[in-house]
Structure formats: C-alpha cells, structure tokens
C-alpha cells in the first residue's frame, strides 16, 4: 500500500511524506491447535528509518486454556545517526476463556534489544542495548 501522510508542525508549516507498507500473514487453525505467522513492513523515507517486523505463534486448546507460545522480531535501516528498534521478543502466555465473552490472559515476554539499539523502549538506561528485559502482563478482554 502506498499512501502521503502528512505532519502539521503549527504556523503552516506542513510536511507531506510518501510511504509504504506491507503485510502479509498466514494461519492454520484445525482446532486443538494453532500456528500463524505475520511479516509487515513500512517505508517512511526521510522521517524515520524504515522498519520490519515478523512474529510466528503457537498455541494448544485444553478446555477453557490455551497456553501459547510466541517469537517476533523487529529491525530497521541503518540510518546513520538515528537510533533503531531492532529487537527480539520471545513470549509465554496462558488464555483462559472464563466466559462465553471473558477472556484472562497473563503472558511473560522476555525483550532483547540488538546490541546497537533500545528497542521499542524510550527513557532508557545506559547499557540497555544488548540486555535482557522481562514483562510481565496480565489482561482482562470482554465483549458485551
């Protein structure tokens, strides 16, 4: 897909870009279990480095829980002078569909960011880059 965005800065001063974005992803569901994969991809030239992204999922229905498990990686250009968020990302989590419209998910993801590179973080410590991080999350999702 191909598309302008546009930045208002104020004082009409207003900055057009072209960019780009791709995606693609693939899944195979036959029931008990399941396995997908997502590759994106965007170009905004000029404004941040351009940036890939590709996770792959699995996971096994046992009743009411679906423990899963989850890889993803992120990368960019290497743009001279800007900082990249190329990261490693492997993730554990545990579904449970309480109710019908209920669903409670805890996850534990351990986030690597690539020796050069905070990752997705911002107000990092010195000596991030190239160490291990672990998040914890749990989450409540309902439909009504």
């Not at 992204?53 to 999922?57: E, K, L, P, R, W």
């Given at each position: 897909m191909q598309s302008n965005i546009s930045f208002d800065f104020g004082g009409g001063t207003v900055l057009n870009?072209?960019?780009?974005?791709?995606?693609?992803?693939?899944?195979?569901?036959?029931?008990a279990w399941f396995v997908q994969a997502?590759?994106?991809?965007?170009?905004l030239p000029g404004i941040t480095p351009s940036g890939w992204?590709?996770?792959?999922?699995g996971g096994y229905r046992i009743g009411?829980?679906?423990p899963y498990l989850i890889h993803a990686k992120s990368w960019t250009a290497n743009v001279r002078g800007l900082s990249t968020?190329?990261?490693?990302?492997?993730?554990?989590g545990l579904r449970w569909d309480a109710m019908k419209n209920i669903a409670v998910k805890m996850q534990v993801d351990?986030?690597?960011p690539d020796s050069d590179s905070n990752g997705y973080f911002i107000n990092v410590r010195p000596g991030l880059s190239g160490s291990n991080v672990r998040l914890v999350s749990l989450a409540v999702d309902f439909v009504f």
């Open positions: 870009v072209p960019q780009s974005s791709t995606a693609v992803g693939v899944g195979y569901d036959p029931g997502e590759y994106t991809g965007v170009k992204g590709a996770y792959v999922i009411n829980f679906t968020f190329d990261q490693r990302t492997t993730s554990l351990q986030i690597k």
